[in-house]
């Protein structure tokens, strides 16, 4: 799923003095900051009438997952391991591999209409 090369090229980026605590917060920091970044540009496209800004969007898209994958390594944990996991838990959650209000309702105790 992320490339084994994408991780060594995070891994060798994030070497750092900070502390071990620094960099997690750090990664996670600049992890929700790239956020806001893309959030911003779909912003931009769906509420402003901009042309969506494709080039930037890869580029903040990158960005987010360069600092995801240092986040996971910071953790000890692999970007597999917490993809394998996600796909587990949407399956168990709505029963199949697509999304299904219904199911998505239901397994927080919920209705559709609390949906609503």
Do not use: C
């Amino acid at each position: 799923m992320i490339t084994k090369e994408f991780e060594l090229h995070v891994e060798g980026f994030a070497k750092s003095p900070l502390s071990s605590n620094d960099l997690k917060a750090n990664f996670a920091l600049g992890l929700a900051g790239e956020s806001g970044e893309v959030a911003d540009l779909i912003k931009k496209h769906l509420y402003h009438g901009l042309a969506l800004d494709r080039a930037g969007l890869v580029l903040e898209l990158g960005d987010l997952l360069w600092y995801w994958v240092a986040l996971t390594q910071a953790f000890d944990l692999s970007p597999s391991e917490i993809m394998a996991a996600n796909i587990a838990k949407l399956q168990s959650r709505h029963g199949g591999t697509s999304f299904d209000r219904a199911k998505a309702a239901a397994a927080k105790g919920e209705t559709l209409a609390d949906l609503d």
